[in-house]
């Protein structure tokens, strides 16, 4: 037994210093800091501080449905990743009444869910909905649905074994992965590099932001037109229209509806560049046109819809998308303030000079308002070309 011990000991000696090591990466790097306490200190320390791991799952739907009950704010914007760019300021004055639960509902049964829990009272019901109307509402094939969702959220991953080991693995393979952060503080690796969720819950796309900054061109590392070329998620065929969906998101409306939400849907743009290719697709486009036809029957029910668009359709250019299917921040401000300056009657109580003078300001790029992102701004001419398309709209609308 004894010699067994000692030809074993080495390798538990390296065990211990392997983990030891791992461990104290993780630690550094907030990754395992868990999301209830992540929940209690974002925000009340004075700064924005930001959660985005990257070594361990985010366990997002579960983080955003804990924030959201904290906050239970008076504006809510829901839906996938598509509504990440709505941010507080832009629901002037409720920018302490806010939250962006972007990516808390997964799939059209965490629709109903949630909608269920505003009838029974154990949410509060918000002033303001802006719901982000994804195709994937409406898509028979959807990987989404298979999620678990907020019934049974997944827990958080900080207190899983097998995720801390997966971690370690990338820390010890990695380098760059090894090198601690010395930007900004947050929970997480990716929150202490700011890239990540604001305690109002939208997305801060740092990296993209000074990559843009540094170069002043639109980037797509989603690769979404070969996504659809070769029939990879979310366009898994068969790409087809679901009327029995369609049925249940015209059912949970009624019901947000009858709760006296104000409720905005939201069509989400694509750019310019992956649209034009995927007009070429014929089982994309049989898809559409079913789409936009379940569009156009939500606005003929007299609800308030913010139509999809692309950017070159309201007089801007990619420039202004994060890839091929997230918007920027700024298009998302812009088309916001035309969705109030036309709806004033509904929505009095929303002040739209904020957005106005954001994208006015030298701090703003058609990828992001710089102001809380990076402190260098693009001024000078560069900035004031890039920002043309903007500037001009958000003088036309003032004054339509």
């Excluded at 538990?12 to 090591?21: K, R, T």
């Excluded at 924030?67 to 709505?86: C, D, N, R, W, Y």
């Excluded at 366009?235 to 509806?257: G, H, N």
């Amino acid at each position: 037994m004894r010699k067994y011990l000692v030809k074993i000991l080495p390798y538990l000696l390296l065990s211990l210093i392997y983990v030891g090591v791992g461990e104290f990466f993780l630690i550094r790097f907030q990754e395992v800091t868990p999301l209830d306490t992540v929940v209690e200190k974002q925000g009340e320390e004075g700064e924005e501080e930001y959660f985005g791991r990257r070594l361990i799952s985010n366990s997002l739907n579960h983080y955003k449905l804990k924030m959201f009950e904290k906050k239970q704010p008076k504006v809510l914007v829901a839906g996938q990743s598509i509504t990440l760019q709505f941010r507080d300021f832009m629901f002037s004055p409720y920018e302490n009444d806010f939250y962006n639960s972007g990516l808390m509902l997964r799939n059209l049964s965490d629709l109903e869910y949630l909608t269920s829990k505003f009838e029974s009272g154990k949410y509060r019901s918000p002033d303001i909905m802006l719901l982000g109307m994804d195709y994937s509402f409406v898509l028979k094939v959807n990987p989404l649905d298979l999620m678990e969702g907020l019934k049974n959220p997944p827990e958080d991953q900080a207190y899983d074994s097998k995720a801390h080991f997966k971690a370690m693995q990338s820390i010890f393979k990695y380098g760059k992965t090894r090198k601690i952060p010395d930007v900004d503080v947050g929970y997480g690796r990716a929150g202490m590099i700011g890239r990540g969720y604001r305690t109002g819950g939208s997305y801060r796309y740092k990296p993209e932001v000074e990559k843009f900054v540094e170069t002043g061109h639109h980037h797509d590392e989603g690769h979404l037109v070969e996504r659809l070329a070769n029939r990879q998620r979310p366009f898994i065929e068969p790409i087809e229209y679901d009327s029995a969906k369609a049925k249940r998101v015209f059912s949970v409306l009624k019901r947000i509806d009858e709760l006296d939400i104000k409720l905005i849907l939201y069509f989400p743009p694509y750019s310019d560049h992956f649209f034009k290719a995927a007009q070429k697709d014929d089982h994309f486009m049989s898809f559409w046109k079913d789409y936009m036809a379940f569009q156009d029957r939500v606005s003929s029910l007299g609800y308030n819809v913010i139509p999809f668009t692309t950017p070159k359709e309201i007089g801007l250019n990619d420039k202004f998308m994060i890839d091929s299917e997230h918007t920027g921040e700024v298009m998302c401000a812009l088309q916001l303030y035309e969705f109030f300056q036309s709806n004033k009657e509904s929505f009095p109580e929303i002040n739209t000079k904020r957005i106005k003078q954001e994208i006015q300001t030298d701090y703003t790029t058609p990828i992001s308002f710089l102001r809380d992102s990076i402190s260098r701004p693009l001024r000078g001419q560069v900035n004031r070309d890039l920002m043309a398309p903007a500037l001009t709209k958000i003088e036309e609308y003032a004054h339509d």
